[in-house]
């Protein structure tokens, strides 16, 4: 009770500290001030008066808003047993999952766990992932029996049905400023016309005149200072989204997105909650002086082949660079780091490589043995797509509907769902192959899959 007490009061310390750097706070304080200017404020009743005068004037939701985001950044813990040190290493992404299949806990090296020992992946790491009856109950709102947009919006379900209520429902969310209520309207789909202005809701992104300021500040850096990982993203634009046919239009958008997002050192501050560690450099001469020390690139991330790509598909929804940045930048934070970070967290790469290859052992036993004995291992293939969060495999409204519900349930567990499902829809076909490269042909296109049907069929049409 005690240690859950002191996690309580640290995460409050952690969420008043950010939120004292950030526009919000600069504001609030300002309006703070000059409500004491207003007749109706009185001494006598000064803390009630101003909480009033927050409430009527709208405030108060916004630092709620404020607030709940945080709290998706900093949940309140579970206490799972401490990951081992050797888990907390920064994973560069590499073609194949090499790094992940190399992991071992030695804790476990002669332990008892019969469930673990019968796994026969590649993974090695015994960690907690849920199994479909959990998933069921976590993915409620994907349920048979309630809407879905990516479902029950196709031309042959009349949008009386489904479709113009949901629509209505999200205006009103809208309407009313609610980043939880957004946040639980979006589990079932987001309506295309909706979509940039919910996900900057549950985001708690702006567009005050301080944050456009401070996207143009990144720019000029840019400018004015060249970074060795400039090439980089050039060269990732080049490789992945240029070649994309739903992305090449954006290039330029990619590129100052990226450029800015590595010179921003606002982003450090979600090594926190990162089990990696930003790099680091040294002043020219001063090579091992630790107070010559500094983060390299600025904003402590490496860009690697497809970063381009967690930015390319938001571009559709955001025409305005600044605004295009931010959520970006709150995408990346919240997600995205995640899957090229080892760690022990449920949505981190580690365990979501876990969850892809126990789904398919438990309820495809026959597919994924007949993959495993011809060299196919089914993660050998998956990998790559998790990793991308699916960006550059799904057609672009598709992968949409699948980042609603990252956003929505706040985990990225659904793309070792996904992942999974889309070997059972190739089952029959997977089972005639005889090599990897089989296989690979076999799950080389994934752009006509829709993404709700075979969630729907995998999780709640499977015999558990």
Not at 9 to 23: D, F, R, W
Not at 199 to 228: F, G, M, R
């Amino acid at each position: 009770m005690l240690q859950e007490e002191s996690d309580l009061a640290l995460i409050i310390a952690q969420i008043v500290q950010k939120l004292k750097g950030s526009t919000l706070y600069a504001q609030l304080e300002r309006q703070a001030w000059a409500s004491l200017q207003r007749p109706e404020i009185k001494l006598e009743s000064l803390k009630e008066d101003i909480k009033e005068f927050f409430k009527i004037s709208g405030w108060e939701k916004k630092l709620q808003n404020a607030v709940y985001s945080e709290l998706n950044v900093f949940p309140l813990p579970s206490h799972p047993a401490a990951p081992p040190e050797h888990l907390k290493e920064p994973l560069v992404y590499m073609r194949k999952a090499q790094v992940l299949i190399n992991l071992r806990n030695p804790n476990y090296e002669n332990g008892d766990s019969h469930s673990f020992r019968t796994h026969l992946g590649l993974i090695q790491v015994p960690l907690k992932v849920k199994d479909i009856p959990e998933l069921k109950e976590f993915f409620v709102e994907l349920g048979l029996t309630a809407g879905q947009l990516g479902i029950d919006d196709s031309t042959q379900v009349p949008p009386e049905l489904f479709e113009n209520e949901h629509v209505r429902i999200g205006q009103k969310v809208l309407s009313e400023q609610d980043s939880a209520a957004a946040q639980q309207y979006i589990r079932q789909g987001s309506p295309t016309a909706l979509r940039a202005e919910l996900w900057a809701l549950i985001l708690n992104t702006s567009s005050q005149p301080e944050d456009i300021l401070y996207y143009e500040q990144l720019k000029t850096n840019v400018i004015q200072h060249d970074l060795l990982v400039d090439s980089l993203i050039y060269k990732d634009v080049k490789l992945t989204a240029s070649n994309d046919d739903y992305y090449f239009v954006f290039e330029d958008y990619l590129y100052q997105v990226l450029l800015c997002f590595s010179r921003d050192t606002s982003v450090l501050g979600h090594f926190a909650y990162n089990s990696a560690s930003p790099p680091k450099s040294y002043i020219r001469g001063k090579l091992g002086l630790e107070e010559y020390a500094v983060f390299y690139p600025p904003n402590g991330v490496i860009p690697f082949h497809g970063f381009s790509m967690y930015v390319a598909p938001l571009c559709f929804l955001y025409h305005e660079p600044s605004k295009l940045y931010q959520i970006f930048r709150e995408m990346y934070v919240r997600f995205f780091f995640r899957l090229h970070s080892i760690s022990s967290h449920p949505s981190g790469i580690v365990s979501l490589c876990l969850l892809f290859e126990t789904l398919l052992q438990t309820y495809l036993p026959q597919l994924f043995y007949h993959l495993r004995e011809i060299g196919a291992q089914p993660l050998r293939i998956s990998f790559k797509w998790m990793v991308r969060a699916f960006s550059g495999y799904l057609a672009t409204d598709q992968l949409l509907l699948l980042w609603d519900r990252i956003l929505g349930y706040n985990s990225l567990e659904i793309l070792a769902v996904l992942a999974a499902a889309v070997f059972a829809f190739r089952a029959v076909n997977l089972m005639e192959v005889t090599s990897l490269a089989a296989a690979e042909a076999v799950l080389a296109d994934l752009s006509t899959l829709k993404v709700m049907p075979l969630l729907q069929i995998f999780l709640f049409a499977t015999v558990t």
